[in-house]
T-cell receptor, first 117, second 112 residues
Framework: DGGITQSPKYLFRKEGQNVTLSCEQNLNHDAMYWYRQDPGQGLRLIYYSQIVNDFQKGDIAEGYSVSREKKESFPLTVTSAQKNPTAFYLCASRRWDSHLSMNTEAFFGQGTRLTVV | LAKTTQPISMDSYEGQEVNITCSHNNIATNDYITWYQQFPSQGPRFIIQGYKTKVTNEVASLFIPADRKSSTLSLPRVSLSDTAVYYC?????????????FGTGTRLLVSP
């Protein structure tokens, strides 16, 4: 099955620790995105990547880091510098449709719920 | 990227048609309008996308007036399972990958 997989589904972190959230896609999509969602709020963009070995900051990048060493993978590290990391994290991807000469819609993973204890 | 404005919440009853309007006054010439649906504790999923006039699929219709400064997502005969948050996104789709910016969305509650 093609899709986008986030793991783990639930994650607990002690204050002061770094933690890495996994996002893997086998859709051969070029672009990948990380979002944060707080209860009752919309999605806020953390980082996005359009191509391997390249990524751009979104609106709330402070306290987060990413890498894009492989097309299929876009892990997000929540560092100890992130003051309020408890949230629902969503990863998405999309591709360039060369026939239509436009981007496709975004496909999302099922999310990782991170809790700081 | 064009700023979008949607109602924070809407209420409806099963079997009714629901129309959610999104305002995007500064939409650019090459911007498309895309709607996503999100259920609690899940990632959003694509519903419909359009550029002008009307687009219809098996789930919804999207109405876009000639000036494109607003758009309306129409859900025919909603059921309880349509209770979700609906996001309107406006941005270019044919100029390379851009940021995907989600607003706060419209929380739709469908009651029996």
């Amino acid at each position: 099955d093609g899709g986008i997989t986030q793991s783990p589904k639930y994650l607990f972190r002690k204050e002061g620790q770094n933690v890495t959230l996994s996002c893997e896609q086998n859709l051969n999509h070029d672009a990948m995105y990380w979002y944060r969602q707080d209860p009752g709020q919309g999605l806020r963009l953390i980082y996005y990547s359009q191509i391997v070995n390249d990524f751009q900051k979104g609106d709330i990048a402070e306290g987060y880091s990413v890498s894009r060493e492989k097309k299929e993978s876009f892990p997000l590290t929540v560092t100890s510098a992130q003051k309020n990391p408890t949230a629902f994290y969503l990863c998405a991807s999309r591709r360039w449709d060369s026939h239509l000469s436009m981007n496709t819609e975004a496909f999302f993973g099922q999310g990782t719920r991170l809790t700081v204890v | 990227l064009a700023k979008t404005t949607q109602p924070i919440s809407m209420d409806s009853y099963e079997g009714q048609e629901v129309n959610i309007t999104c305002s995007h006054n500064n939409i650019a010439t090459n911007d498309y309008i895309t709607w996503y649906q999100q259920f609690p504790s899940q990632g959003p999923r694509f519903i419909i996308q359009g550029y002008k006039t009307k687009v219809t699929n098996e789930v919804a219709s999207l109405f876009i007036p000639a000036d494109r400064k607003s758009s309306t997502l129409s859900l025919p005969r909603v059921s309880l399972s349509d209770t979700a948050v609906y996001y309107c996104l406006v941005g270019p789709m044919n100029t390379g990958f851009q940021k995907l910016v989600f607003g706060t969305g419209t929380r739709l509650l469908v009651s029996p």
